[in-house]
């Protein structure tokens, strides 16, 4: 009896082993490894990410090398011209208000919308005229507007007949610079602000001070019927160029011989600002249009666009990750399902997978 037991406990191990060995996927990223990444587990998470149907993009890198990327749903590296990168946007031009500050546009976080929009916004709304830019950059404008969760009002900016007197209008009802409550609108005054100080509509400052100089490739931007780029949305570039922003970031502003963006703006934008109040999962604080968190023992800060655009980047270990996926046509849910799933892939499937050098 008692060798019949062992008998029958080795074949369930040898069993098991066997099974386990047939489900043991290939290393389909080999070159993942001269990295310290683990191959296998790299290889698992794309495999996850293949089961998002919307999922068009993702790509890994670590110390300024590419390691993986896949390319689903007839989607390439390249821009969509159809499919922004969202909120991601918003991170751009926090960098955009950065080097306005170092070429002497802005003087500082601390002045005040009335400093750039002048009667127009002291006409329109006297008190959103005392906001600064600090408190727009952190979402806590104090602004009457809704976005996060069910009835968000977007679509009544985005298709307002004038986007910026929209955002103008709206009233403040919380004391600014007290609580986290996240608004395209005050975004879009980021790019107002941005336009009135430089002179130039922000995608062609953009284009002069920060995409030409890194020598990415095609872009767009959408703009409001002002021609105000939209500062929270409608950029359109190619998942390379977004890998490309997340090392310039990880360099703190330094990229290809040339210091880009200032480092004390890199490090001020990234830092801890205010608490989220955990309005979204894995991101838990807030910068200057950066999300924050941690997970797995990492500081990480995130570029995060609805329905799953990213620029992950996590600075202890020289880690970027970025996806974009398809948001149009699809169920509000649906894209939000997608954004969770893509994100808990990389946190919980990409990140775990790096090794400490």
Avoid at 77 to 84: G, I, K, M, N
Avoid at 122 to 149: F, R, S
Avoid at 217 to 224: E, F, H, L, M
Wanted: overall charge negative; some cysteine; glycine content about 10%.
């Amino acid at each position: 009896m008692i060798k019949i037991q062992h008998t029958w406990y080795l074949l369930v191990i040898l069993l098991t082993c066997a099974s386990a060995c047939q489900e043991q996927p290939d290393n389909l990223y080999p070159d993942a490894d001269h990295q310290n990444i683990d191959g296998i587990r790299l290889t698992q998470a794309f495999a996850s990410a293949g089961q998002i149907k919307d999922l068009q993009g993702l790509a890994v890198a670590r110390n300024g090398v590419l390691v993986a990327e896949k390319y689903l749903n007839n989607a390439t590296a390249e821009p969509d011209p159809y499919l922004h990168v969202m909120s991601v946007t918003k991170s751009i031009t926090a960098t955009l208000v950065g080097i306005a500050m170092e070429k002497g546009f802005i003087g500082s976080v601390d002045q005040t919308l009335s400093d750039f929009l002048g009667a127009e916004v002291d006409t329109l709304n006297p008190d959103l005229g005392k906001v600064t830019i600090h408190q727009l950059l952190t979402m806590t404008c104090g602004q009457d507007w809704h976005e996060l969760g069910g009835d968000s009002e977007f679509g009544a900016f985005a298709s307002a007949p004038d986007q910026l007197k929209y955002v103008l209008e709206k009233p403040i009802v919380h004391a600014p610079g007290t609580l986290f409550n996240y608004s395209d609108g005050a975004a879009h005054l980021v790019s107002a602000v941005l336009t009135r100080a430089t002179g130039m509509e922000t995608s062609v400052f953009a284009d002069q001070y920060l995409f030409e100089p890194m020598g990415l490739g095609k872009r767009s931007w959408y703009a409001d019927n002002r021609l105000v780029a939209y500062g929270g949305v409608g950029l359109c570039i190619g998942i390379h160029d977004m890998l490309e922003i997340g090392f310039m970031y990880l360099n703190e502003g330094f990229y290809d011989g040339r210091q880009i963006v200032p480092a004390a703006w890199i490090e001020k934008a990234t830092s801890f600002k205010i608490s989220s109040n955990n309005e979204i999962p894995f991101l838990a604080d807030y910068g200057y249009f950066w999300w924050l968190g941690n997970a797995h023992g990492h500081d990480y800060i995130c570029a995060n666009g609805y329905g799953g655009q990213f620029i992950f980047i996590v600075k202890d270990l020289g880690l970027v990750v970025c996806s974009r996926s398809n948001y149009r046509h699809i169920d509000p849910s649906q894209a939000g399902q997608n954004w969770y799933n893509i994100l808990d892939i990389i946190i919980n499937q990409v990140l775990p997978a790096v090794r400490k050098d």
